[in-house]
């Protein structure tokens, strides 16, 4: 009798899977294409989802933050083509500060930072000039990255600072 259950019972079972699994696969799936929305904006993803925009975008749509590095930029570069390949804001502003600082060639030190090893700035510059105490200039050139972040950052509006110096 036990065993006349058991085979009846697994007999269900595969009846069900072989007759629910087609019908479970025929659901509907909704692709979203750029082209099908032509409204779609360049920050959405097809989750409908807004990215969050790359640090390069982030600096490229900061003119102050534009205006302090340009200078520091190699002539033969645009900002987007000197950020490529960083990290982050902060590694690639200090890169550009030491290149300038310590007159290592830009290209080298971006190489160095963004190649296969991904050295870190300290070891960049050690490899690039033995001779400087490469740690103090990469600190050097992290407090200038900062120090630009920091001045060009969008001012907060009124009454959203809750500074306790402010009430002295």
Do not use: W, Y
């Not at 799936?29 to 975008?57: D, L, M, R, W, Y």
């Not at 502003?93 to 310590?102: P, T, V």
């Not at 407090?143 to 950052?153: G, L, P």
């Amino acid at each position: 009798m036990f065993r006349m259950t058991r085979v009846a019972g697994v007999a269900v079972a595969v009846t069900l899977c072989s007759t629910a699994g087609p019908a479970f696969a025929q659901r509907t799936v909704h692709v979203h294409t750029e082209t099908s929305h032509p409204t779609a904006h360049a920050n959405t993803t097809t989750s409908g989802k807004t990215s969050t925009p790359t640090f390069i975008q982030r600096i490229d749509a900061n003119p102050q933050l534009v205006a302090r590095l340009t200078p520091l930029l190699p002539s033969t570069m645009t900002l987007d083509q000197a950020a490529a390949g960083f990290r982050n804001r902060g590694q690639f502003i200090a890169a550009l500060h030491a290149s300038h600082d310590l007159s290592i060639p830009f290209d080298q030190l971006k190489a160095e930072m963004t190649g296969t090893d991904h050295d870190s700035l300290g070891q960049a510059i050690h490899e690039l000039k033995p001779t400087l105490d490469a740690k103090s200039a990469a600190h050097t050139a992290e407090t200038e990255a900062k120090a630009d972040i920091k001045a060009t950052r969008p001012a907060k509006p009124a009454g959203t600072d809750n500074d306790a110096d402010d009430a002295k």
